[in-house]
């Protein structure tokens, strides 16, 4: 089975109480681990970024260890609070480093479940919400990271985007990225990044023959969502 979820806040190497999201954050770990009871071995989990709390990796190590112990593979994309990451590269010697080896990581590629390409990137603010010069390169940067992932898809029939940040919210629009995935025939996207009263303004349906669905831990109850 192929599953979903975003936003594990982890925080076993640092103190980073998470009730500024709610109180529905409180002993949240133990809530991963009932919600994932539900993972076979066999299955695999696409995490939408935020997983850690770490300011470097020496900092979350005891996260990647519980998200390496959490049932099946794991393919994991960066979110805006992964201060630990630097690069693609260093993260997999990292991950090889300290014997974690079922995490993969989604960036500037993608992986086939079935006759499914998994495809993705961290994307960046809508526009509108930030428009600064600064914030006009990062989002061409993951608008080019996006094309190359389902790129790598090559004739795939079914495409599955998955995102940090959410391409539609409130007013706000993400026209160059939902133009990437019309063009490829993306007919779905996950992302996760809201939480609490934030989750108001997601938007969860159809725009463009893209379904989309909000994803973040709390959103979910802190429970994979099941894709397939």
Same mark, same amino acid.
């Given at each position: 089975m192929l599953w979903t979820i975003g936003d594990l806040h982890l925080a076993f190497g640092t103190d980073k109480p998470m009730d500024v999201f709610g109180p529905e954050w409180a002993g949240h770990e133990e809530k991963l681990l009932r919600g994932f009871s539900r993972v076979g071995p066999e299955d695999v989990t696409v995490i939408c970024g935020d997983l850690t709390w770490g300011m470097d990796m020496d900092g979350c190590v005891e996260d990647f260890r519980f998200i390496d112990a959490l049932p099946g593979r794991k393919i994991i994309l960066k979110g805006n609070h992964d201060f630990w990451w630097s690069t693609a590269s260093a993260a997999k010697r990292f991950f090889d480093e300290n014997g974690f080896s079922t995490i993969d990581? #989604?960036? &500037? &590629?993608?992986?086939? =479940?079935?006759?499914?390409? #998994?495809?993705g990137t961290r994307g960046w603010m809508c526009p509108g919400e930030n428009g600064s010069p600064h914030d006009k390169k990062i989002m061409a940067r993951e608008v080019g990271r996006l094309e190359a992932s389902l790129k790598a898809a090559g004739g795939a029939g079914r495409k599955i985007v998955f995102l940090h940040y959410p391409p539609i919210y409130g007013k706000f629009y993400s026209g160059e990225l939902v133009d990437v995935m019309v063009r490829w025939g993306v007919g779905e996207c =996950? =992302?996760?990044? #809201?939480?609490?009263?934030?989750?108001?303004?997601?938007f969860q349906g159809e725009d463009r023959g893209i379904r989309y669905k909000l994803i973040s831990a709390d959103n979910l109850n802190f429970s994979p969502l099941k894709i397939m």
């Open positions: 990581i #989604l960036h &500037n &590629n993608c992986f086939f =479940y079935g006759d499914a390409a #998994l495809c =996950y =992302y996760g990044h #809201l939480h609490g009263p934030g989750r108001a303004a997601a």
